[in-house]
C-alpha cells in the first residue's frame, strides 16, 4: 500500500482527524474509533511502517517503552481490572491498518472482549525440532 493511501498516515499529517492522548516527535496514541472497550487506544509511529517485521527494533523498543506509560494512566484513569495488549500482523492475523499501531485495551469484569484460543497438545520430540528451527532463525 502505498503511504498516500494509508489511513493513520493520514491521521499523522492531521488529514484525518482523531482523538489523541499524547504524542511526540515519534508517536501518537488515539482512540481507536471502534473500541473493543471503554479506553481503548492505539499507539501509531509517525514513521509508517507496515507491520513488526518493518518496523526498526530501536523504535519498537521505545514504542513499548510508551506503551508501559500509557497503561499505566489507562488504569489511573479508568480504574480497570485488566489490560490486553494487542499487536496484529497480517490479514490472517487480524490486521485490517497496514501502518504498525499496537493497541491497549483495557479489560473490566463481564466485558465483552475475547481474546482467546484452542489450545493444542505436542509431542516432545515435535516440540523440540521446533525449538531448534526457531533457534537457527535467530
Ligand atoms: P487492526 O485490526 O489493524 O489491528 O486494528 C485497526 C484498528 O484501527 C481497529 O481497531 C479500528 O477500529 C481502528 N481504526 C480504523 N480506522 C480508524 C480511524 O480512522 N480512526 C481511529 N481512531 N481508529 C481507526
Ligand atoms: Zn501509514
Known sequence: MKKEDCIFCKI????IPSNTIYENSEFK???DIAPASKGHVLI????????IYDI???TAGRLFQLATVV???LKKALNCDGMNILQNNGLIAGQTVFHFHMHLIPRYEGDT????WEEHSMEAADMEQLRKEICDAL
Open 12 to 15: 499523522i499529517s492531521g488529514d
Open 29 to 31: 496514541v488515539i482512540m
Open 44 to 51: 501509531i509511529p509517525k514513521e509508517h511502517y507496515a507491520n
Open 56 to 58: 526498526d527494533v530501536e
Open 71 to 73: 497503561a499505566r494512566a
Open 113 to 116: 472482549v475475547t481474546v482467546k
